[in-house]
């Protein structure tokens, strides 16, 4: 089993940062891709933005030139570097990975249980 865990939610004016992080945990051989995602309400899951473990990174239109996708092997972890937020980035921001686990040496798709991002106008 392989666990994911956000952190770094929270509330902020427009205009403002904040930096998520997702870390994960457990029988893990390799992860491969990972994502930011989010889930405003009453509307469908969005990608936000991904990264291969090669670090080829793709970004939603709504969110290039202000969000930034980056992560640490070593540390298992994935970040957003949120800047110049807006009140439509306000959602439940959930990361996902693409993980080849141990001893099966298969691979699985997680999900963390998500961030609130509020973006107060």
């Known amino acids: 089993q392989v666990q994911l865990v956000e952190s770094g939610g929270g509330l902020v004016q427009a205009g403002g940062s904040l930096r998520l992080s997702c870390a994960a945990s457990g029988s893990i051989f390799r992860i491969n891709a990972m994502a930011w995602y989010r889930q405003a309400p009453g509307k469908q899951r969005e990608l936000v933005a991904g990264?291969?473990?090669?670090?080829?990174?793709n970004y939603a239109d709504s969110v290039k030139g202000r969000f930034t996708i980056s992560r640490d092997n070593a540390k298992n972890t994935l970040y957003l570097q949120m800047n110049s937020l807006k009140p439509e980035d306000t959602a439940v921001y959930l990361c996902?990975?693409?993980?080849?686990?141990?001893?099966?040496?298969?691979?699985?798709?997680?999900w963390g249980p998500g961030t609130q991002v509020t973006v107060s106008s």
């Open positions: 990264t291969t473990s090669g670090g080829t990174t």
């Open positions: 996902n990975a693409d993980v080849t686990t141990r001893p099966a040496i298969r691979r699985e798709n997680y």
